[in-house]
């Protein structure tokens, strides 16, 4: 349940980026920030702010379309997921398996490319869920 309830927050996140990426960006991107920083306590003036809010405007409407498109799918997989493990489904165990497995090698390869903390936080997590799920399929294999 607790694979579901991570998968479902994660989904309805996507979800919510995706509904309000367009009335964040069509605005002045730099105060809007500011204002969020200054909610979660960051410091408006960190340098990885500053990198985002120029990347930010930076998007066109087309890249817009395609990034809202795109985190659509990912949240319609990850509520699929979430939901499907919520009613202990069969079929979503499988699917949580092969989707969180496909993204390991690409989660390797930005920790090699640049090392950080939560960089090798998710994947050991990614990879705990992985290894739980299919220890729960070859333990229950009559389970439908």
Do not use: C
């Amino acid at each position: 349940m607790v694979i579901a309830a991570f998968k479902l927050l994660k989904g309805l996140a996507l979800l919510a980026v995706g509904i309000t990426a367009p009335a964040l960006l069509s605005k002045d991107v730099g105060p809007t920030l500011e204002h969020w920083a200054n909610l979660v306590r960051i410091d408006p003036h960190n340098q990885y702010i500053h990198m985002l809010i120029e990347k930010l405007a930076r998007v066109d409407a087309t890249k817009l379309k395609e990034f809202r498109v795109g985190t659509f799918i990912y949240s319609a997989v990850f509520l699929t997921e979430g939901i499907g493990l919520a009613l202990r489904k069969r079929w979503a165990e499988y699917l949580t398996i092969v989707t969180t497995a496909s993204f390991l090698p690409l989660e390797v390869y930005e920790i090699v490319k640049q090392v950080s903390l939560a960089k090798v936080i998710l994947l050991l997590f990614n990879i705990a869920i992985v290894v739980y799920l299919v220890f729960e399929l070859r333990r229950n294999p009559k389970h439908v």
